[in-house]
């Protein structure tokens, strides 16, 4: 992510909470993503299943994070993103991105006070 | 943990450690930062050594294209139940044997946003790093270790 292309981002695609999962009949299997943050900072919401609120971690560079298709979560990408992030999706080969339609109360205040991390020194 | 930072600060703080914002606390710190992930089966560890000697390696990621960078820091096959188990402290959901290495996610709007700004040909680059590694038997023991 860089100057360039921060500012094109659909932030709302990635940010608004979603599961990654693979839905056959009754049957739900989940994809499971591994992501290295190789430059920058990635920033990242989560749900913790059974709590209503939602959390949000900031990665930087030379970190890896682990996290199942199942636990609701967003990618925060916005105009001041700098990131190279490496992510692999793995699992079953066809899987569905589903909003949850639950809020989130960060990103609401985010929307609400225009609040976003400082630009890391280029 | 700050208590009662909020959003303020949580962008405030330190954006060199990795730092999570919940329920208006700031916890900063890997121990710190699993003790929130780990309620949800997530976790983050620092890259192994071996992953950090491969990104210095590859210098300047600018003058990197996708296929240089997924050669280098790929993840394979056989690593993805130990990186569950200690970062998430838990199993796959489908056993390693049985991941599909290429996958193909669908979302309501056009293409998957997570593609941005890449495309099928880092999907292919990976692809073809990622296969055939290990040989499995039947119950899952692997019975090849990778080269």
Not at chain 1, 13 to 35: I, K, P, T, Y
Not at chain 1, 42 to 59: C, P, Q, T
Not at chain 1, 60 to 81: D, E, T, V
Not at chain 2, 2 to 15: H, K, S
Request: proline share 8%; aromatic share 8%; glycine share 10%.
């Amino acid at each position: 992510m860089t100057a360039a292309t921060a500012g094109q981002f659909d932030e709302d695609s990635l940010a608004q909470l979603h599961v990654n999962v693979h839905v056959d009949g009754e049957r739900v299997e989940e994809v499971e993503e591994f992501m290295q943050v190789l430059d920058g900072v990635a920033e990242w919401f989560f749900e913790i299943e059974g709590e209503r609120d939602v959390a949000l971690l900031s990665l930087p560079a030379r970190h890896q994070i682990y996290y199942h298709g199942a636990a609701p979560h967003g990618g925060w990408f916005h105009a001041n993103s700098r990131s190279v992030v490496f992510s692999q999706i793995v699992g079953p080969a066809e899987w569905e991105m589903r909003y949850t339609g639950a809020p989130n109360p960060l990103l609401d205040e985010i929307r609400a006070t225009g609040a976003l991390p400082p630009l890391l020194p280029a | 943990m700050v208590r009662g930072a909020g959003l303020p600060g949580f962008l405030a703080a330190a954006p060199s450690l990795p730092k999570v914002l919940y329920r208006g606390d700031v916890h900063c710190g890997l121990q710190a930062v699993n003790g929130v992930l780990r309620r949800a089966g997530n976790g983050i560890a620092p890259l192994p050594l071996k992953r950090v000697a491969a990104l210095e390696d590859l210098g300047d990621l600018a003058a990197r294209d996708d296929a240089e960078i997924v050669a280098a820091m790929a993840v394979h096959r056989y690593e993805f139940e130990g990186m569950a188990r200690e970062l998430g402290g838990r199993e796959l959901g489908t056993p390693a044997a049985a991941l599909s290495l290429r996958t193909h996610g669908r979302s309501r709007k056009p293409g998957h946003p997570g593609d941005y700004p890449k495309g099928e040909d880092s999907v292919q680059s990976l692809s073809s790093m990622l296969a055939p590694f290990p040989k499995w038997d039947a119950d899952d023991t692997r019975i090849s270790e990778p080269p």
